[in-house]
């Protein structure tokens, strides 16, 4: 509904419950001045009913759970307390015309007092429930909760149904190659002999103690000059290294840090080793046999 159907909506529901608290306004009215009310009382006295019945609706649209049950209950009392005063004043024509002796309701006795008591009581009610309302809405701290997205409930739910036989097995991610750096220039070399050249007056240059960092590729000559191993002198390093290792101490992790070599040639050395040895254990067996 748009805003303007809304507010015609609300605008026709304040027009209904204006009539209808100008029709309940004469019963109130009479029944209050025949309890022995003086002209102001009685002209107050149809605010106090159905004045809180009308706070009591919008309290419980405002408070949740106890609180809201609590208005409910005001209101609902209270429209029913109305409801018995209207109906009072059709059954007692003199309250019309203001001929009916004071505090007389009813020509019983006993409903005569309990009336009396009803119209008596709902101003002391009015004050302690009506407070005990306003009271409720004043300290009340609605209670704000996420926004769901539209079919998140059932989506989640959907999930949590099926099986694992359902789901799809999950392939292992495609390795990507890292990209291959563009190979940059070599630095211009920097001659580190001091300028002998006097400094210009006013001008001071910027030393620094710390040294500085290399950019660009690591000119031929300032690399280590580490020989490169062949195959079988890693072998060699390797036997030495592992003479004494055990069968469980001989990974390719372990001959790596021991030879410094890479992975792939520590696995290669490990698989070697392993093999020599399973040789010469079968080799004592055969000759011990």
């Known amino acids: ?35 022995g009310a003086d002209a102001t009382a009685a002209l ?9 019945m009308a706070l009591a609706l919008v309290a419980a649209l405002v408070l949740t759970g106890d609180a809201r049950r609590f208005a409910l209950r005001v209101l609902a009392a209270y429209t029913l307390a109305s409801l018995v005063l209207n109906y009072v004043h059709g059954l007692v024509p003199q309250l019309h015309d203001k001929v009916v002796d004071w505090g007389r309701l009813a020509e019983w006795d006993p409903a005569n007092w309990a009336l009396v008591l009803l119209a008596t009581s709902l101003p002391v009610g009015s004050i302690y429930f009506g407070s005990d309302l306003v009271a409720k809405v004043l300290h009340h701290r609605p209670i704000e909760t996420p926004a769901n997205t539209p079919n998140q409930d059932e989506s989640s739910e959907t999930y949590a149904n099926r099986s694992t036989a359902d789901l799809g097995e999950s ?12 190979e940059l220039e070599a630095a211009p070399v920097v001659s580190l002999v001091k300028s002998t050249d006097r400094v210009p007056v006013g001008a001071v240059a910027a030393e620094s103690t710390r040294p500085r960092r290399a950019t660009g590729r690591v000119p031929e000559v ?8 062949t195959a079988d002198q890693l072998l060699t390093e390797a036997r030495k290294a592992t003479a004494d290792w055990s ?10 840090r021991a030879v410094r070599t890479s992975p792939a040639k520590a696995r290669v050395l490990r698989d070697t080793l392993r093999a020599e040895r399973e040789q010469s254990v079968a080799g004592a067996g055969e000759a011990a046999a």
Do not use: C, H, Q
């Open 1 to 35: 509904m748009n805003r303007f159907g809304k507010g015609l909506l609300v605008a026709a529901l304040v027009g209904v419950v204006g009539m209808a608290f100008r029709v309940s306004w004469n019963a109130l009215r009479d029944v209050a001045t025949a309890t």
């Open 171 to 182: 392939a292992p991610a495609p390795i990507i190659p890292a990209p291959v750096p563009a």
């Open 247 to 256: 069968d469980r101490e001989l990974t390719a992790e372990g001959i790596r």
């Open 44 to 52: 107050l006295y149809p605010f106090v009913v159905d004045g809180l």
């Open 222 to 229: 300032a690399r280590s000059s580490r020989p490169v191993r």
